[in-house]
């Protein structure tokens, strides 16, 4: 008899072991503040969750240049670089499984998107240098269209457009001596249309992008579903 509640014993502390194993806890920070939470196994593991976080929280952005800040940086900007850096982050998010539901398969197919836009406008500006044609058709084009007019007729069009933004930023600035003088050195510079180009396509054309590009994630809504994947949540703030 003590033989056979010996081994019940032993049965239910296996089980108790099993289960605990089951049991993922992930932790992530949001500002100062420390959350540790257990994974509801039937909707995610610990690889699936840490997939979702990475990719919409911690991801590194994409990091080869493809605008320059002044003449000597064009020699920096390679499409084949950009194309071998952004064929890595697609690849990588190919692989990476996430947590079951329509709402994360909707995410993973948004996030990979939102990076082919991003690879082809970065790849589009270092063309435009030489070749403004090949911004004609690029994303957010019609909303950005006298930046690329300005940058394809060049001349007296290009360099209008680019005092305009200058005075812009004159107008902007706390302290606008320094924009003025060197503003006036570049526009002295035998380089003076290629400044113009670095500048209009920065501070005008990516501006522009910027402004008009959509949110391809809504952050409240993804805060939600994550907790979702969660069946405690415990938070520490310092």
Known sequence: MKQFVLALALLFTASLTTKAQEVEIFE??????????????????????????????????????????QPKDTAYLSVKNIRFECGNFLKELDQ???????????IKKARDENLKEQCLLREKAVIALTNPKALKGTPYSKDCSRYI?????????????????????VAEALDPN???????????SPDKELWARIEVLRYGWWNCIV??????????????????LMTTINSSCR
């Not at 500002?31 to 979702?52: E, M, P, W």
């Not at 990476?96 to 909707?106: C, L, N, T």
């Not at 320094?178 to 002295?188: A, V, Y």
């Not at 402004?211 to 979702?228: A, C, D, G, L, V």
């Open 28 to 69: 992530w920070y949001e500002g100062s503040c420390l959350f540790t939470a257990t994974i509801d196994s039937s909707k995610a593991n610990y690889q699936q969750v840490q997939n979702a976080h990475y990719t919409l929280v911690q991801a590194s952005e994409l990091s080869q240049p493809f605008l320059a800040y």
């Open 96 to 106: 990476m499984e996430y947590p079951k539901g329509e709402y994360w398969s909707k």
């Open 149 to 169: 007019t300005a940058l394809e007729k060049g001349g007296k069009t290009l360099l209008e457009l680019w005092k305009e933004i200058h005075e812009k930023e």
């Open 178 to 188: 320094p924009i003025i003088q060197s503003f006036e050195k570049n526009w002295n």
């Open 211 to 228: 402004q008009n590009q959509k949110q391809w994630f809504n952050e409240s809504i993804y805060r939600t579903e994550f907790r979702k």
